[in-house]
């Protein structure tokens, strides 16, 4: 990547190496602000670990298998063929998912234009396949061309479709938070099957000792506040509903280490949502 990559958030950075370091990437997703930052960093998050604090490599890996486990049980059951990854900055997922998954999936990663156009980049030189394609896009649009609307309106609306959000939420308000919901379960309502995953940490579950630090430490590596907008999983789903999903849970790794593995540890400070537009079936 070129010195350009500095319009893209320190997180991205950082998660890019880290699914790297655990062979989830490709190179062309790395950056050597990335480098640098994964290694200035290890010495702390050490530290942290002994401390007690959430180890956030570990929650990093932990929500991106999960989401990742969950996605390919839809994909390969035939009830999701469109997925759009909101917010996806380096996420390796749309270039591993079309490895495994070639024609059967229509990949769109969705960011804003300056990541957009970086993430482009990178996956020309990847070699991006057909079916694969990044757009400009504003989560916090309720209309326009950046909008989620304007962003469904080329899609088959006969198919099902998948909205994945990664490290995004945690990172707005409440209220912020719901508009985005509401507007996902509209646009998912709309095709054949809808289903919604995202990473969210509730206050319960950063509790204790180790949760001021650990708050502290994300508000400063993201360069801004973090949200915890809910102190219970029963309030989390009931939200959802409210935004227009009729089903949602959030799904506690711990309860799916099968599908994890046990390589790295399985972290317990977040949860992964789990929402529908219809009731529930067994094909999700």
Same mark, same amino acid.
């Given at each position: 990547?070129?010195?350009? #990559?500095?319009?893209?958030?320190?997180?991205?950075?950082?998660?890019?190496?880290?699914?790297?370091?655990?062979?989830?990437?490709?190179?062309?997703?790395?950056?050597?602000?990335?480098?640098?930052?994964?290694?200035?960093?290890?010495?702390?998050?050490?530290?942290?670990?002994?401390?007690?604090?959430? #180890?956030?490599?570990?929650?990093?890996?932990?929500?991106?298998?999960?989401?990742?486990?969950?996605?390919?049980?839809?994909?390969?059951?035939?009830?999701?063929?469109?997925?759009?990854?909101?917010?996806?900055?380096?996420?390796?997922?749309?270039?591993?998912?079309?490895?495994?998954?070639? /024609?059967?999936?229509?990949?769109?990663?969705? #960011?804003?234009?300056?990541?957009?156009?970086?993430?482009?980049?990178?996956?020309?030189?990847?070699?991006?396949?057909?079916?694969?394609?990044?757009?400009?896009? /504003?989560?916090?649009?309720?209309?326009?061309?950046?909008?989620?609307?304007?962003?469904?309106?080329?899609?088959?609306?006969?198919?099902?479709?998948?909205?994945?959000?990664?490290?995004?939420?945690?990172?707005?308000?409440?209220?912020?938070?719901?508009?985005?919901?509401?507007?996902?379960?509209?646009?998912?309502?709309?095709?054949?099957?809808?289903?919604?995953?995202?990473?969210?940490?509730?206050?319960?579950?950063?509790?204790?000792?180790?949760?001021?630090?650990?708050?502290?430490?994300?508000?400063?590596?993201?360069?801004?506040?973090?949200?915890?907008?809910?102190?219970?999983?029963?309030?989390?789903?009931?939200?959802?509903?409210?935004?227009?999903?009729? /089903?949602?849970?959030?799904? /506690?790794?711990?309860?799916?280490?099968?599908?994890?593995?046990?390589?790295?540890?399985?972290?317990?400070?977040?949860?992964?949502?789990?929402?529908?537009?219809?009731?529930?079936?067994?094909?999700?």
């Amino acid at each position: 990547m070129s010195s350009s #990559d500095s319009r893209i958030s320190p997180t991205a950075h950082y998660t890019g190496m880290v699914w790297a370091r655990n062979g989830l990437s490709h190179r062309a997703l790395e950056s050597f602000r990335g480098r640098a930052m994964y290694t200035l960093l290890q010495p702390v998050v050490r530290v942290a670990r002994r401390a007690g604090v959430p #180890d956030v490599d570990q929650f990093l890996l932990t929500r991106h298998r999960l989401i990742d486990a969950r996605l390919v049980q839809a994909v390969e059951s035939g009830a999701i063929t469109q997925v759009v990854e909101i917010a996806a900055g380096l996420s390796p997922r749309g270039w591993r998912f079309k490895q495994r998954f070639g /024609d059967r999936i229509e990949y769109i990663e969705a #960011d804003l234009p300056g990541m957009a156009a970086l993430k482009r980049a990178a996956l020309k030189k990847m070699g991006a396949s057909p079916g694969h394609r990044v757009v400009a896009f /504003d989560a916090l649009a309720d209309e326009g061309p950046l909008s989620l609307s304007a962003l469904c309106a080329g899609l088959d609306r006969s198919r099902g479709m998948a909205i994945v959000t990664e490290g995004l939420v945690n990172y707005f308000s409440e209220a912020a938070v719901r508009g985005m919901w509401r507007r996902f379960a509209k646009e998912l309502a709309g095709f054949s099957c809808g289903a919604y995953w995202s990473d969210l940490f509730l206050s319960s579950d950063v509790g204790g000792k180790g949760a001021t630090p650990f708050i502290h430490f994300l508000s400063a590596f993201v360069r801004g506040k973090v949200h915890l907008h809910f102190a219970q999983t029963s309030a989390a789903e009931q939200a959802l509903r409210e935004c227009g999903f009729a /089903d949602a849970r959030l799904l /506690d790794p711990g309860d799916h280490a099968e599908a994890l593995g046990d390589a790295t540890g399985i972290s317990r400070s977040v949860r992964v949502v789990e929402a529908r537009v219809a009731a529930p079936s067994s094909a999700i």
